[in-house]
């Protein structure tokens, strides 16, 4: 195998199912075979294996936690540490892959110098004299080496809330000199609305912050920008003047529950 895509679960139930059947009969059985792909199911309320359609072609594995809230640092975490190959693609679950993206990534070969950064299939600007359209530019996701990855894990002090895991985790990288070269000509897609059993659905989370509301987002998340905050101008100001120590991960139990390769 080539590269990992590592997703993490939280109660998606219906589109996840979709998700993967989609995956494995539209995404070319060649880029599959050298794929694995790796879902942290977080705990969940409606754990992932009872969604979990049944696959021909996608190697796929699912671990679980028990951690209780929210843990998305933690569940990237374990999915990089447990990775096949030293390609590995962190994505979220309401991000959807396709070929020309999916053969995008297997033509990159990482080193430890570079992050390979993704972005959306979203329009933010565009600048009529130059003719040039300027994509929204995905939080932290990207394409590195597991061994970046796992040097470079999530901060798990910011689990329990939403936000600056991964604005973190690009300041540590940056400050360590990794340089981030944009994959801009194939983008991941974030859609608001998906066909699930054939019925068009476009989730609505209730959240008053929420400017794009995406079909696969975790449900009922409280995204509340600020909770992480003082953490994350805390950690900032230990990795500017030198005292910074990564802190211990996976602080949860976990098991691997599924695996087809």
Same mark, same amino acid.
């Given at each position: 195998?080539?590269? %990992?895509?590592?997703? #993490?679960?939280?109660?998606?139930? $219906?589109?996840?199912?979709?998700?993967?059947?989609?995956?494995?009969?539209?995404?070319?059985?060649?880029?599959? *075979?050298?794929?694995?792909?790796?879902?942290?199911?977080?705990? @969940?309320?409606?754990?992932?294996?009872?969604?979990?359609?049944?696959?021909?072609?996608?190697?796929?594995?699912? !671990?679980? #936690?028990?951690?209780?809230?929210?843990?998305?640092?933690?569940?990237?975490?374990?999915?990089?540490? *447990?990775? $096949?190959?030293?390609?590995?693609?962190?994505?979220?679950? %309401?991000?959807?892959?396709?070929?020309?993206?999916?053969?995008?990534?297997?033509?990159?070969?990482?080193?430890?110098?570079?992050?390979?950064?993704?972005?959306?299939?979203?329009?933010? =600007?565009?600048?009529?004299?130059?003719?040039?359209?300027?994509?929204?530019?995905?939080?932290?996701?990207? +394409?590195?080496?597991?061994? /970046?990855?796992?040097? !470079?894990?999530?901060?798990?002090?910011?689990?329990? /809330?939403?936000?600056?895991?991964?604005?973190?985790?690009?300041?540590?990288? &940056?400050?360590?000199?990794?340089? $981030?070269?944009?994959?801009?000509?194939? &983008?991941?897609?974030?859609?608001?609305?998906?066909?699930?059993?054939?019925?068009?659905?476009?989730?609505? @989370?209730?959240?008053?912050?929420?400017?794009?509301?995406?079909?696969?987002?975790?449900?009922?998340? #409280?995204? *509340?920008?600020?909770?992480?905050?003082? +953490?994350?101008?805390?950690?900032?100001?230990?990795? /500017?003047?030198? #005292?910074?120590?990564?802190?211990?991960?996976?602080?949860?139990?976990?098991?691997?529950?599924? =695996? /087809?390769?």
């Amino acid at each position: 195998m080539k590269l %990992d895509i590592i997703y #993490t679960y939280f109660n998606q139930r $219906e589109y996840t199912r979709e998700m993967l059947l989609y995956v494995d009969k539209y995404i070319e059985r060649d880029f599959l *075979k050298d794929i694995a792909f790796t879902i942290v199911d977080d705990n @969940s309320d409606y754990p992932l294996m009872d969604y979990l359609p049944e696959l021909n072609n996608l190697n796929l594995k699912i !671990y679980r #936690t028990d951690f209780d809230g929210y843990n998305i640092a933690g569940a990237i975490n374990l999915g990089c540490i *447990k990775a $096949e190959t030293n390609s590995v693609v962190c994505l979220d679950m %309401d991000m959807i892959i396709y070929n020309n993206f999916v053969k995008r990534l297997l033509s990159i070969t990482p080193t430890d110098e570079y992050h390979h950064r993704l972005y959306l299939e979203r329009a933010h =600007k565009v600048d009529f004299a130059l003719g040039k359209i300027y994509y929204k530019l995905c939080g932290w996701h990207g +394409l590195t080496t597991k061994t /970046n990855r796992v040097k !470079y894990l999530h901060d798990e002090r910011f689990s329990g /809330n939403w936000g600056y895991h991964g604005v973190f985790m690009r300041d540590y990288m &940056r400050h360590d000199g990794i340089k $981030e070269l944009p994959i801009y000509d194939q &983008r991941v897609i974030m859609s608001p609305r998906v066909y699930l059993n054939k019925e068009l659905v476009f989730p609505a @989370s209730g959240l008053e912050y929420r400017k794009h509301r995406t079909a696969g987002e975790t449900p009922n998340l #409280t995204r *509340k920008k600020d909770a992480n905050k003082p +953490l994350y101008d805390k950690l900032v100001k230990q990795l /500017n003047d030198g #005292t910074y120590k990564p802190y211990k991960a996976l602080n949860f139990n976990y098991e691997l529950i599924y =695996k /087809n390769f």
